[in-house]
């Protein structure tokens, strides 16, 4: 059997193209998370481990969908050639389970492990760079300014928070948040 994994990193990502890739290669069967491929605990993923077996092929756009490291990817890759799984990187090919498909196989693993922590690398500049703007702010812009949740807060005198929420626009949550912070 011929199963599919595609994975994106955040959940603003879209699967869509990966999944029209992997069924494109004829998949039986696709499973898809949104979840970072820095952790080793991605469900879905080792959902599908659990259940490959002789015969099967594990399809894949990209090797950085697959695994998080060099060392990852090789385990990994090692664990299913033993269990006579196939492998197959959609732009990659076919990984032989052989001493030259080994060895592609880690040379391209290496490479986008390069490729990753070279990205990770120009973001942390990129924010150094912003940081030495006084104007910067880390994170996520503020949904709501001070003077709204001000607003909000006032109304919580005379009404109760589903009200605040229904004329606001700002959870019950935030609220909370926000009466703490100014208890403090």
Known sequence: MKYGYARVSTSHQDLEAQ??????????????????????????????????????????????????????????????????????????????????GKLIFNVLSAFAEFERDMIVERTQEGKAVARQNPDFKEGRPRKFSEKQIEHALHLLKNQSYKQVEELTGISKSTLIRAKRKKQQ
């Open 19 to 100: 999944i029209q890739l992997l069924e494109k290669e004829g998949c039986d069967k696709i499973y898809a998370e949104k979840y970072t491929g820095t952790k080793a605990d991605r469900p879905k993923f080792l959902e599908l481990l659990s259940i490959l077996k002789k015969d099967d092929t594990l399809v894949v756009t990209k090797l950085d969908r697959f695994a998080r490291s060099t060392v990852d990817a090789i385990e990994t890759i090692k664990s299913l050639f033993k269990r006579d799984v196939k492998v197959h990187v959609l732009n990659m090919g076919l990984v032989e389970n052989t001493p030259t």
